[in-house]
């Protein structure tokens, strides 16, 4: 199982960015999705997480109202929409899949992906 996130990049404050998180090796219907991120000198959280059906999905409370996360299992591709970004948005995002429930743990997760930087400064 290989789960690739892409997307990142540098944006001014206020701007957007989208990730995408692409698994391979594995189908994507009954796996939850989390996206995680780690800033400099700081533990890794969660920021964001969905259910296998699509039809539930969390969010940390730094981000609600701003970040928007999706998936389209026919492209085994999961997305982070993220707008109104501010500076402390800045980190390493990373995503995870998980047989188990969604969860902003991330040790309820057995697969991850590499991470994407997002770098938010004007």
């Known amino acids: 199982v290989q789960l690739q996130a892409s997307g990142g990049g540098l944006v001014q404050p206020g701007g957007s960015l989208s990730l995408s998180c692409t698994l391979s090796g594995i189908t994507l219907d009954h796996l939850a999705i989390g996206w995680f991120r780690q800033a400099p000198g700081k533990e890794r959280e969660g920021v964001s997480c969905?259910?296998?059906?699509?039809?539930?999905?969390y969010y940390t409370d730094s981000v609600k109202g701003r970040f928007t996360i999706s998936r389209d299992n026919a492209k085994k591709t999961a997305y982070l929409q993220m707008n109104s970004l501010k500076p402390e948005d800045t980190a390493v995002y990373y995503c995870?899949?998980?047989?188990?429930?969604?969860?902003?743990?991330?040790?309820?997760?057995?697969?991850w992906g590499q991470g994407t930087q997002v770098t938010v400064s004007s």
């Open positions: 969905i259910t296998g059906s699509g039809s539930s999905s």
């Open positions: 995870a899949a998980t047989v188990f429930g969604a969860t902003l743990v991330q040790n309820g997760y057995e697969y």
